[in-house]
């Protein structure tokens, strides 16, 4: 009994991609202008203010140790609202994403000279470049890691690899944490919520993570990890971390 209660909250089901693709077309068609609450980033339901954003921005920019030569790889880039920033302070900028409205909106209110975004699933990546044949020396994916599965960190790890310099910083961002769940589902109601969505795949927080989860990944491909916290000021840093993966040395 006790091991099918872990084994629930142990393997997360997570909603379908086709489920999810809906989810953020609704919210965009929902919020058209409002690039912040089309990928969620809110707090009580409104978009985070221009203040918390540009510390999520600084913190992302300072985990990367982002320098204007450097080419940026953004996995699951959403309506590129981050990559655009983070381009003003690269080479260049590369989002994907698998939501084509996502990458519609990316193309029409978050491009530059020097970004590119693309339609792609992250779960089968293919062969991105920064230009004709180059590597990313830098790599994020920020608040994408719950809807993947928690066995898929090594394999996704060892495909971003496939993409980097020899050398990379790779950054997962935004990650929910697991032991700190119930600080995000705060209050009974909430906490009912979760656990029926849970029931029938559809919590659309996903997956739920482990500093340990990272760790081992990292080490299956020779990286070590170190965490960090979500800004200070936001709701996230209450259940949320970043997580950033180089070569070991
Ligand atoms: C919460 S949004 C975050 C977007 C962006 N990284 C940001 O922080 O603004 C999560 C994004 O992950 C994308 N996503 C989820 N699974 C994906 C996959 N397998 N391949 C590509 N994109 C994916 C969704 O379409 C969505 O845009």
Redesign the pocket.
Known sequence: MVIAVKGFFRNERLVN?DY??CY?DDRTARAPTDLLKQ???TESGEAISIDMFDRLVEDIALRLDLSPGDDLL??????G??TARLASRARSAFG????AG?IDVARSQSSAPNTRFEV????RLPRLTPDGDGKFPKVM????LQ??PNDSLAPLLGDILALTTDDPVILIG?VPERSRRFAFYDSWPRRLTYLSRKLVGKDVMGSWWNRTDFERAGASHGLTCSFHPIAEGTRARDYRFDAVFRKRV
Do not use: E
């Open positions: 991609a999810l693709a953020y990928v969620g980033h953004d996995l699951c880039c959403g309506n609202v981050f994907v994403d698998f939501s996502l792609a699933d992250v779960r994916m920020y608040a994408a809807h993947f935004f």
